[in-house]
């Protein structure tokens, strides 16, 4: 067994690669790249320069940007050099922990990042443990009172939940509670008030809290309904199974046998699930943090993207795909401690 | 040995089909009792006919025009404003001819659809004041910043959603399905390298590449299609590559293989049918899935290009002035009730196919 993650860890390294030479290829293969982005609004910026410019003399039309300039700014973005010298460059700095500058932060990538990780992993976490702490009692009681009256009405908001996608039920919520025609109840998103650090220690509790609740109830929407009806079959299946029958039999309480031996058995596939917590933190979260204005990984990913910041957008790629791979390998190894049976070859 | 081999085929082909056939039939009425995902799926399977029809339902031009004795179509054909002698340049506008008409008290007449507002065209000139425009009794669900009818887009949004999400959902099966049986089937070291490359391109982050590709070069109904389904296919080959393991060892593929029947033959005819049950329950979640990324797509401004009419733009907008509640609600209404009767579809379908029965003692 310690074997077989020895070589799922060494897989990384090939599928790693291929990851960021996929991006990386379609990054600076694909028009419309920084190079051309900064050209363009330096073309755009010479009409009106020149006609409020101090000689008065305005120049018509695009200025031509001279030839050495162009090759100083191909080297600034990395143009110079063919594709593959790109890339193997941008790789060896990967190796001593250098993800580059950002153009448009003009600070090493990684600190822009690592500026960014406090706030989603805020968000993150909390949705995280929430989505837990509601999902799996919900899918347990769904699955003992199989068929009931509350089994149905709880499908019925799991449904609700599953068609609703996180990002647009945040935006609902915003439209109801953030003040526009309706109620103003929380604020319009952001991560804290302006003046949070003038805030008595209670108020920044509060204001915290305030900016809390609504994002974090779109991240729940997101998980919802598919962790508590995973939760819901796993245990079904558990209750049909034989050694469920064998403790009946024995005349155990119907409270032992489902709390102490069907639960216990249930919650292995949900328990593995723990193993992707790292990339949880980070990814799947860029709609809902431009929809409440959270300055965290997913909008910085955003606007990198739109503001052509290659070496963000390649930063941010190599942590998030890291963190997912890793995360699958726990998961596998979750799987091997907690049920005894699992052996990987 | 030919003659054999033709003689058996059919009979073969015929058992199969008529198993088969019954087994969907069963399952067909096993659906059907399942009231609830049998009437979403009829609403929606209407509703998605009638989307067709709209252009005789939600329309700006009229059905038909009877001005001085003839009678024009201009559904199907169209009429510039001084056929009808109107005092404007280019098109008619059928409202106000309709009023006029009915101000001369003449003999002119105009049968305008259900709703006479188009989705693409802005109504500025009727309604003053800046768009957007709230809901009225005339604009149901009020205008967006262009001053274009929301109800009118909502509705052919409808239209372009579901289609768009079939098409992606059909095209990630068929690429799936493919990729899923060549691995299954043969193993060994196609399967191992075929695992590495999915390996990688399951752990590209999807919607965060779909948006660098979409930044970069304005996408159409064609090349999202295409993006979206480069990254559909995943998950039906995982499920297509497991089902064929295990069918691919069972007697009746051995008997196959040793009547000398082709790779090809094998695989269409003798594996793939029984293998497609955990797929087809499979893709009424698939079509959310695809629903869901388009709108979001369409959020962010990467979606299908202007004035493509879209939920995820109309919302886009509302957030951009929360006081515009109608451009995040009524889309909102419509991805909601469109996502939740196709999850009650999903839903009775995995029944329906489910054989497993859960019982227990208490």
Known sequence: ??????????????????????????LQVVPGGPLEMELMKLRGMGAPGGEVGPTGTGTSGAINIPESALEEMKRFYGFDLPIHERYIRWLGNLLSFDLGRSYVYAEPVWDVITQRFPVSIYFGLIGFILSYAICVPLGVMKAVKNGSVFDFTSSVIVFAGYAMPGFAFGAIMLVLFGGGSFWDVFPLGGFRSDDFEYLSFSQQILDQLYHTVLPVAAYLTGSFATLTILTKNSVIENLSQDYVKTAFAKGISEKKVIFKHALRNSLIPIATGLGHFLSLVLAGSFLIEKVFNIDGMGLLGFNSIIQRDYPTVMGILVISSFLMLIGNIISDMLYAVIDPRIRFK | MAE?????????TNESKEISTSVLMKRWKKFKTLKRGYYSFLVILFFYLLSFAFPLLINKDALIVHYEGEYYFPVFQFYDAKTFGQDRPGETNYRILKQEFSNQDGDNWVLMPLYPYSPNENLLEEIPGIPPHPPTMQNFAGTDDRGRDVFARLMYGFNISISFALVVTMFSYILGVVIGAILGFFGGKIDIFGQRLIEIWSTLPFLYVIIIISSL???????????????GWIGITYYIRGEFYREKAREYVSAAVS????????????????????????????????????????????????????WGQLMDQGLQNINNWWLVTFPLIALFLTLLCIVFIGEAIREAFDPKVYSRLR
């Open chain 2, 4 to 12: 054999k081999e033709l003689t058996s085929k059919p009979e073969n």
């Open chain 1, 1 to 26: 067994m310690i074997s077989y993650f020895v070589r799922r860890f060494l897989l990384i390294v090939p599928t790693f690669l291929g990851i960021t030479l996929i991006t990386f290829i379609i």
């Open chain 2, 259 to 310: 009547m000398g029947a082709k790779n090809r033959t094998i695989i269409l005819k003798h594996i793939l049918p029984n293998s497609l049950v955990p797929i087809i329950s499979f893709a009424p979640f698939a079509i959310v899935g695809n629903i869901s990324s388009l709108v979001a797509l369409d959020f962010l401004g990467f979606g299908l290009p202007p004035p493509t009419p879209s």
């Open chain 2, 217 to 231: 070069v304005q996408p159409n109904f064609i090349l999202l299609t295409v993006i979206l389904t480069l990254f």
